[in-house]
């Protein structure tokens, strides 16, 4: 059962998720980034697979937590601990390492979580390393592993040429790419998420997508207050391009 919060959300195509990174196991700066989701309006927050970090987001924020890993049983132990929803995926801190994600790899990962958290929302990301045809394939097989959400990324592929508007434009284009194609295949809601700006978010909306999910745009900021001014931008950015669609139940 997706959290009420977020089923609404989703069905008005207006979700925001503001991410605090997978690996991000820092008190501190998971806290700012929940508060300033929290005071800024997003949907919900997603943060690193721990149970401290689950009962500190907890004692901040009534948004519906979700928890990031790439390991079953870290999603299993964070959900004892009280998370809402679980994301495998967020793999973008993998990539600067050479860690690259098969669709064998993430469509068993799949399998695996469904099979130890068989009621819990699961989110899934589709690496942007396969071509955008195997992505389409993957997001089809995750749903029917029992994906309740696929998540589209791309920004760390992106390298854009050009400063202001039309960077921003560039970076995002691998996931806008991904979210038009997946969103045309499946039947669940697609969040885009990596490389998103205020700029973006509506191109996001436009291309199918459900909500989207925001990290560095927000947690690379140095002041609550920054942080909260962001997350606001991006909420009126997506309430500005909102529409309702059917497909949430």
Known sequence: ???PRL????AHRNALKVISGLQNFNYESVAAVVQAADQGGATFVDIAA???LVKLAKSLTDLPICVSAVEPQALSVAVQAGADLVEIGNYDSFYAAGRVFSSEEVLELTRQTRILLPEITLSVTVPHTLPLDQQVELALALVQAGADIIQTE???SSQPT???TLGLIEKAAPTLAAAFEISQAVDVPVLCASGLSSVTIPMAIAAGASGVGVGSAINQLNSPIAMVAAVRSLVEALAANSSPVSQVS
């Open 1 to 3: 059962m997706i959290h």
């Open 7 to 10: 089923v609404s959300a989703l």
């Open 162 to 164: 050009h400063p202001g």
């Open 154 to 156: 791309g920004g760390t």
């Open 50 to 52: 721990d149970p401290g």
